[in-house]
């Protein structure tokens, strides 16, 4: 996420300054200080153009596309979830406070608005401890998708169950325990059981929760247009769980405890040197939907504060230097490493939790977007080489054709 100078944000947003000072008191625009010159402040880029975007009033379809692609406006209706006011909403109601007590099963109920019927295990599962996580998930996903019918013309009814059958399996996978103890317990108990960390079963089932949906993200999105297609709930999940393995999505627990690992080698003011210096934050901090602080990250710290008194090594230090040299407050990703770092979660633990949680939420996704019934097809902006006519293909036919790269001549 880069930053700008205020002239680059008058001159991006065509306003006068006392504008721009407003919208940064609304925290329509975040802003930091400058590390160059404490006098002088920086402004979020992404805010900048979002706010110029909306300043804009009837724009262009072009203009429209780009800005929502990045940040910007509502692309799809959902009754599922939303992000206002600093607040995360299940269907209207408070995830944070839900947290508190529900589970990940009762969360797929209030998503799907269907009764699940979880099934039973399957009792021939073939284990695959040879193979990370991941790759089981992916694997058996796959092999659904390819005979799982299209819940197309499906009743409503009738898909709850369907999408019940897809999580078991993800969760079979993921989970790798038995059959017998998958039967007897729900998702949260199995993995601190799995992991062997008894203590941490309460805090796992509040980050099932609070991760189970959020908005249209670059996950969700993939499993809705898998959806909008006709796909069985299976490829859309599959979907879902390839787009979350990114280094940027639901990879980026990694790339927070990199940064708590330099931070306790060479401390955290080097760790953060980068990122201070050129604006460009890592993924432990700092969410464009949060400006005050993304609250899942706030409610899952507060909770081992509470029953830990301290945050594990390295990230104490960090929390506080990113808060007083930028104004940035931690991510999800920020508390899901320190849960793992605490409670000693095997390497796979964060994306685990991540995915098998996300996967509710995609399956909600998939559900609403099949009953509305309508294909997702955006259209490009092209910005490549001037197109050729037919006219001038014929009279200059070796001038407007590009080389092979792949045949001399």
Request: charged share 20%; net charge positive.
């Amino acid at each position: 996420m880069g930053w700008i100078t205020a002239e680059q944000a008058l001159q991006v947003l065509q306003v006068r300054p006392q504008t721009l000072y407003a919208q940064v008191s609304r925290h329509a625009i975040r802003s930091r200080p400058d590390p160059t010159d404490p006098r002088r402040s920086l402004y979020h880029a992404q805010d900048v153009q979002q706010q110029a975007a909306r300043r804009a009033g009837r724009r262009r379809d072009q203009a429209i596309a780009a800005a929502t692609i990045r940040w910007g406006d509502p692309v799809l209706d959902t009754g599922l979830s939303t992000v206002s006011e600093g607040r995360l909403c299940f269907r209207g109601r408070d995830a944070v406070d839900w947290s508190r007590s529900a589970t990940l099963e009762e969360v797929a109920e209030l998503l799907w608005q269907a009764r699940p019927d979880w099934p039973e295990p399957s009792p021939t599962r073939q284990a695959r401890s040879a193979a990370p996580a991941l790759t089981r998930a992916l694997q058996a996903l796959a092999e659904r998708a390819s005979h799982d019918p299209s819940p197309l013309g499906t009743k409503v009814s009738e898909l709850g169950p369907q999408a019940a059958s897809v999580l078991m399996t993800v969760a079979e996978t993921l989970i790798g325990d038995t059959p017998a103890e998958a039967r007897s317990r729900p998702f949260h108990q199995r993995l601190a059981r799995q992991w062997n960390c008894p203590d941490a079963a309460d805090t796992i089932r509040q980050a099932l929760v609070l991760l189970a949906d959020h908005e249209l993200n670059a996950s969700t999105f993939a499993a809705r247009v898998t959806a909008s297609t006709g796909a069985a709930l299976s490829a859309c999940v599959l979907s879902g769980l390839a787009t979350l393995s990114g280094p940027l999505h639901g990879g980026a627990v990694a790339r927070v405890q990199a940064l708590v690992d330099t931070t306790l080698v060479q401390g955290a003011e080097t760790a953060l040197a980068p990122a201070l210096r050129t604006g460009r934050w890592y993924p432990a901090f700092g969410h464009p939907l949060y400006p005050e602080g993304d609250v899942r990250a706030r409610a899952l710290l507060a909770s081992l504060m509470a029953s830990h008194g301290r945050l594990p090594p390295g990230f104490a230090e960090l929390q506080a230097l990113a808060l007083a040299r930028a104004g940035e407050h931690p991510t999800v990703d920020f508390a899901l490493a320190a849960l793992a770092r605490h409670h000693a979660w095997p390497e796979e633990g964060p994306f685990t939790v991540f995915a098998l949680s996300r996967c509710v939420g995609w399956l909600a996704h998939a559900i609403e977007q099949v009953q509305q019934g309508a294909l997702i097809r955006p259209r490009a902006r092209y910005v490549g080489p001037p197109l050729i006519s037919p006219a001038q293909e014929a009279n200059n036919p070796t001038e407007t054709r590009a080389p092979s790269r792949w045949h001399p001549g």
